[in-house]
């Protein structure tokens, strides 16, 4: 795969088109997924953004980011 940058953007060949982000599978607590399904609907932030979220606060309480 190669990458092109477009008027400063980078754009991606590859076939799922992302470059800064890794698809990921996981199971959650049906009641957290819900709430935060819920939320994203509320505020109109996608999950992959409220889930980057978790992940940055979760590293920051463990002093790891």
Known sequence: WYNITIGGAIMSNKKDGLVNRQ???S?????LLEKT???SKETS???SKLL????ELLL??????
Do not use: G
């Open 27 to 31: 199971t959650f607590d049906i009641e």
């Open 52 to 55: 980057d979220k978790a992940l």
């Open 60 to 65: 920051k309480d463990y002093n790891k980011l």
């Open 23 to 25: 698809r990921y599978s």
């Open 45 to 47: 932030v996608p999950m």
């Open 37 to 39: 399904k819920e939320l």
